[in-house]
C-alpha cells in the first residue's frame, strides 16, 4: 500500500477551555497545563510537519488563545508557507490580538456558537456573556480583513436553531458556516441521553439546509456534516484512517483523528520519543486501519469500501467494543440495530453534563 504525505494538520495546542460543552471532542482525561509542550518543541513539530508535506494546519484546543506563545507559533508556520486557521471560542479574544495574530500572518479565523441565540450559548457553554463575546470577536476578524468560519455544532439543544445559524452568518459577514452535527464519542457518547435530536428534527434540518444552501451559493458557503446516526451509510471519516491528515494532542501525541486515544488497545507514540514523520510512515497505530486491507466482511465485498472504508472506528469501538468492525451506521453492519439503543431521553435544561474545566 502506498502512503501519500499528510496535507492537513490539527494542532490541539491545550485542554485548558472557560468553557463546558458537552459535546466536546476532547478525551475524558484532559491534560493539564504543565503536560503541554513547550514553545521550542511546537516550533521542532511545525518544521518537521512541513518537511512531510503538510500545507494547513488548524489551531485549536481546548482554546488555543489561552496559549501566550500563539503569535509566536503562527509567524513560524506563516514563515514555513503553511495555511494556518484558527478555531476558538472566541470568549478569551480582544481586538488587539485579533489584529496581532494577523500581523504574525494568521489566514483564517473560525469562531464557534453554542447557539444562534445568547441564551442558548450560555446554556451549553456555561458562560455568561459568551454569545456576544463571540459576536464581538467575528466582527473583529473582519474588520481585521480575515476570512470568517462560523462553526455551529448541532444537537437536540439547538437543531431548532439552525435558520438562525444561518441569519447569524449572513449578519456577521462570514464566508463559510460549517454546520456539524455532533459526533457521537468521547464526551458528546457520555452525554447522548441529552444530545441526541429526534429523526423528524434531524430531517427538518437536512432539508432546509439543503434548499438553503442552493439559495446562497455566492453569498456564503454552507458545509454540512451530516448526521450518520440515522443516516444509511458511514461518512468517510477523516478520508480514511491515516490517509491525509493527523493530529497533535498538547503534550505531543500523534494520532489517525482526534478522537482516536478513546480506542483502548491502540498505543499512539509522541513526537518527543519519535520522528513525526516515522510515525505517519511506519507506526502500527497508524497503519493498523490505513487503506482497505483490513476492511472485514461485509465491507471487504461492498463496492462502497473505497468511499467510505468502512465508516468511523471510533463510532464502532464506542458502539461494539470493536474498533474494527463496521460502523454502525451503515444499514449492512450486524450492529446496525444498535443506534436505535442511542434515542434521545431526559432534558438537557435539568440534567449537568459537560466537561470539567481545565486550570491555568
Avoid at 500563539?70 to 506563516?78: D, K, P, W, Y
Avoid at 478555531?87 to 504574525?104: E, P, Q
Avoid at 458556516?177 to 429523526?199: H, K, M, S, T
Avoid at 478513546?262 to 497505530?285: C, Q, V
Wanted: aromatic share 8%; net charge negative; glycine share 8%.
Amino acid at each position: 500500500m502506498s502512503i501519500q504525505p499528510p496535507l492537513g494538520m490539527l494542532v490541539e495546542l491545550t485542554h485548558r477551555c472557560p468553557l463546558q460543552c458537552g459535546y466536546c471532542s476532547n478525551p475524558l482525561n484532559l491534560l493539564k497545563a504543565d503536560r503541554e509542550l513547550d514553545t521550542a518543541t511546537w516550533l521542532s513539530a511545525f518544521a518537521q510537519a512541513e518537511a512531510l508535506g503538510v500545507r494547513q494546519v488548524h489551531l485549536s484546543g481546548g482554546e488555543p488563545t489561552l496559549r501566550t506563545d500563539l503569535e509566536a507559533l503562527v509567524s513560524c508556520l506563516s514563515g514555513l508557507g503553511i495555511y494556518t486557521n484558527l478555531i476558538t471560542a472566541a470568549v478569551t479574544l480582544t481586538r488587539d490580538r485579533v489584529f496581532a495574530l494577523r500581523d504574525t500572518g494568521l489566514d483564517h479565523i473560525q469562531v464557534s456558537f453554542q447557539g444562534a441565540r445568547p441564551e442558548t450559548t450560555e446554556l451549553v457553554s456555561r458562560y455568561r456573556g459568551a454569545h456576544e463575546k463571540k459576536r464581538a470577536g467575528a466582527r473583529w476578524a473582519r474588520e481585521a480583513g480575515l476570512p470568517l468560519t462560523i462553526n455551529a455544532p448541532i444537537h437536540r439543544l439547538n437543531i431548532e436553531e439552525v435558520p438562525e445559524f444561518v441569519d447569524l452568518a449572513l449578519e456577521l459577514d462570514a464566508e463559510r458556516l460549517e454546520i456539524a452535527n455532533v459526533q457521537y464519542y468521547g464526551w458528546a457518547y457520555l452525554n447522548r441521553a441529552n444530545l441526541l435530536p429526534d429523526r423528524e428534527a434531524v430531517m427538518r434540518q437536512v432539508d432546509y439546509v439543503e434548499r438553503t444552501r442552493a439559495d446562497l451559493i455566492g453569498r456564503l458557503n454552507i458545509d454540512f456534516v451530516t448526521p450518520d446516526y440515522y443516516a444509511d451509510y458511514p461518512k468517510p471519516c477523516m478520508g480514511g484512517w491515516a490517509a491525509d491528515a493527523f493530529v497533535l494532542t498538547p503534550d505531543g501525541m500523534m494520532l489517525p483523528c482526534h478522537a482516536a486515544q478513546s480506542i483502548t488497545g491502540l498505543t499512539f507514540e509522541t513526537i518527543a520519543t519519535r520522528p513525526l514523520r516515522d510515525i505517519w510512515e511506519n507506526s502500527e497505530s497508524f497503519n493498523r486501519y490505513r487503506g482497505t486491507d483490513w476492511l472485514p466482511e461485509p465491507c471487504q465485498s461492498c463496492p462502497r469500501k473505497e468511499v467510505d472504508f468502512g465508516g468511523c472506528r471510533c463510532q464502532a469501538f464506542a458502539m461494539t467494543g470493536d474498533a474494527g468492525a463496521t460502523d454502525p451506521t451503515c444499514i449492512h453492519s450486524p450492529h446496525h440495530g444498535a443506534l436505535h439503543d442511542l434515542g434521545p431521553t431526559g432534558d438537557m435544561h435539568h440534567r449537568a453534563i459537560g466537561r470539567v474545566p481545565m486550570e491555568a
